[in-house]
């Protein structure tokens, strides 16, 4: 059976701006950054020729400080997406389990603080993180520490500043994801003998990893391209691939290399997205 | 077998079920019969162990289970929307109970397809709930829940899902399929054929009460209440000498009788000719053979009914 001739039109209506939209906001960028990664840099504005080379790519791939950072980004980004899911998830399933007309509230408290600049939150963190900052003269006025803890420029402030930004962009497609399993399942599962840590193990938690794998998405991908957190919070030996490449950009204005640093993310960064794809493929 | 006592359970200020007693005798199939709201569906919860109720005990085979978790009692439910899980097969779905007994890999494997046979489900083991028909889900969820060889089984709408036909065949399935097992069946309904059909016997449900218990013909022929008689079946009811006359269309015989009245309305059903008559008594339904023929609408008809036909309810 063949569709109308006036639903397929309508369908290019509704498709072909939403394709255009693509393609000029994400298609023709990242042509464009592709292009010039296989550039060469020269002094002149803008300062890169048009060439064909992949010299650029041997040169991140054999210089171990671009090689360093990004093993880094991942480390850190998966690191703290592991934490941000034991965080999360607890934290979704409380509030899916919650009374229906308590989870608007808890929800909006999740929301909330996105409702303030993400920078301004980053630089709280500074003030509260610092050797003379909130915490620190707290500790130190109470008599429990003598001298400062080391709570900033290291690891700790980098995952911390991470995983707070970024938890509610895991908390909201889990608790999407557990609000819909049917209560009857449950109750389906006590019935046949499971108490409830088997019931959730055997039943609600398989159920929600699609929504767990979403969260993990959309907090490992921009946290691998992170920049304003490792800078603020962190310290010389947390430099994320995002620095380096805005060092590349701004500071020795090679956009050759800055733009195969971009492009080697994104491939990176297509993998994890490209697995999940297969997986809801498999899954239905 | 199951022994219910004074059970109440109120939501909110709603008392959802209103001092029940009740008791359900081993091998049958006893159905709870209501429209939606009567406090059937909680009563068969508490049984699950659902809902805990406020007051009352619900005894199993002389035990106390008022308190007792679901996963701990005897009993087993079929869900009104089967709630099979969908990311397990049918064999995974029908062997989810048997994980936590203590039974070797061999005896799970061999119980499981003891079940899939039972309920003729041969070939489909393999499948997805999202893969079977209305049909096939239905006989999984009463495969899984009884492959824990329950002592009760709830079913909770089970047939409400399926199309007319599908019903009819699965409702005489139903019934063979506990024969065989020998176990008692705790049915839920607002469907009063579906009752008719498959049980042992009834209990009418009104309010949160139960107001009759008894085989189905004894409903049917005696009601005790008013809501009874309108609840299950079709009835004439007017008033005489301050009591409420019931009689059923099928007693009420056309052509001779001391009523008259004028024919409003036939309805050819196949079997069954229903024929509606405006009458002093108010308005009056005669049921008679589909293969009778029908008066004409507007001619005036004498009607009766046997002396026995009439039953006096009280309010």
Same mark, same amino acid.
């Given at each position: 059976m063949s569709e109308a001739p006036w639903i397929r039109r309508a369908r290019r209506m509704f498709v072909v701006p939403a394709f255009a939209w693509l393609v000029a906001t994400v298609a023709l960028p990242l042509g464009l950054v592709a292009a010039i990664s296989l550039g060469e840099a020269t002094q002149a504005a803008p300062p890169f020729d048009w060439a064909l080379n992949f010299t650029n790519y041997a040169l991140v791939a054999g210089d171990p400080l671009y090689v360093e950072a990004f093993a880094r980004s991942v480390r850190i980004a998966a690191t703290s997406t592991a934490i941000c899911l034991a965080i999360g998830y607890p934290m979704a399933l409380a509030i899916a389990r919650a009374p229906r007309s308590r989870r608007v509230r808890l929800l909006f408290l999740v929301v909330l603080p996105c409702w303030t600049s993400f920078l301004i939150r980053v630089?709280?963190?500074?003030?509260?993180?610092?050797?003379?900052?909130?915490?620190?003269?707290?500790?130190?006025?109470?008599?429990?520490?003598?001298?400062?803890?080391?709570?900033?420029?290291?690891?700790?402030?980098?995952?911390?500043?991470?995983?707070?930004?970024?938890?509610?962009?895991?908390?909201?497609?889990?608790?999407?994801?557990?609000?819909?399993?049917?209560?009857?399942?449950?109750?389906?599962?006590?019935?046949?003998g499971a108490a409830p840590v088997r019931a959730f193990w055997r039943v609600t938690f398989p159920l929600s990893v699609p929504g767990a794998i979403a969260g993990a998405l959309m907090v490992f991908i921009p946290a691998c391209g992170e920049f304003v957190i490792p800078d603020l919070l962190g310290g010389p030996d947390t430099q994320m691939i995002g620095r380096i490449l805005w060092l590349e950009f701004f500071q020795n204005r090679d956009w050759p290399v800055a733009c195969a640093i971009a492009t080697a993310l994104a491939g990176i960064l297509a993998g994890p997205i490209l697995l999940f794809d297969r997986y809801r493929i498999r899954g239905t | 077998m199951i022994r219910i006592e004074r059970l109440a359970k109120r939501f909110g200020g709603v008392l959802a079920v209103d001092g029940v007693d009740l008791e359900i005798a081993q091998g049958e199939i006893f159905c709870l019969l209501g429209p939606s709201g009567c406090g059937k569906t909680t009563l068969l919860r508490c049984i699950g162990g659902f809902e805990v109720p406020d007051e009352g005990r619900i005894l199993l085979d002389g035990q106390d289970v008022t308190g007792l978790a679901p996963w701990l009692r005897p009993v087993n439910t079929v869900f009104q929307s089967y709630a099979l899980f969908p990311h397990l097969s049918v064999a995974g779905n029908i062997a989810f109970g048997l994980e936590t007994l203590a039974m070797s890999k061999a005896d799970r494997e061999a119980r499981v397809a003891e079940m899939i046979a039972l309920v003729r489900l041969d070939g489909l083991a393999a499948r997805r709930p999202s893969q079977l028909s209305g049909g096939q889900r239905q006989r999984v969820a009463i495969a899984r829940a009884l492959a824990r060889h329950p002592k009760v089984l709830l079913l909770d709408e089970p047939l409400s899902a399926l199309d007319a036909k599908l019903r009819e065949e699965t409702r005489l399935e139903l019934v063979e399929l506990q024969a065989r097992l020998g176990i008692s069946f705790v049915f839920v309904t607002h469907d009063q054929d579906e009752a008719m059909a498959i049980s042992d016997r009834i209990g009418v449900m009104q309010g949160g009460r139960i107001v009759q218990v008894g085989a189905p013909a004894e409903i049917y022929d005696r009601p005790a209440t008013r809501f009874v008689a309108e609840f299950v079946g079709r009835i004439n009811m007017f008033e005489r000498g301050g009591a409420w006359i019931a009689v059923r269309p099928e007693r009420v015989a056309l052509g001779a009788g001391p009523h008259s009245g004028i024919v409003r309305e036939c309805a050819f059903l196949g079997e069954r000719r229903l024929i509606f008559i405006d009458s002093?008594?108010?308005?009056? @339904?005669?049921?008679?053979?589909?293969?009778?023929?029908?008066?004409?609408?507007?001619? @005036?008809?004498?009607?009766?009914?046997?002396?026995?036909a009439e039953r006096a309810l009280p309010q």
């Open positions: 630089y709280a963190w500074m003030g509260l993180l610092r050797p003379a900052g909130y915490i620190n003269s707290a500790l130190q006025a109470l008599g429990l520490i003598d001298e400062p803890l080391a709570l900033i420029a290291n690891a700790f402030a980098v995952h911390l500043g991470i995983v707070y930004a970024y938890l509610p962009f895991m908390v909201l497609p889990l608790y999407a994801t557990i609000e819909r399993i049917d209560a009857a399942l449950v109750e389906a599962a006590h019935d046949l | 002093p008594l108010g308005r009056m @339904t005669a049921s008679v053979a589909g293969s009778d023929g029908a008066p004409e609408n507007g001619a @005036t008809v004498a009607f009766g009914w046997p002396a026995d």
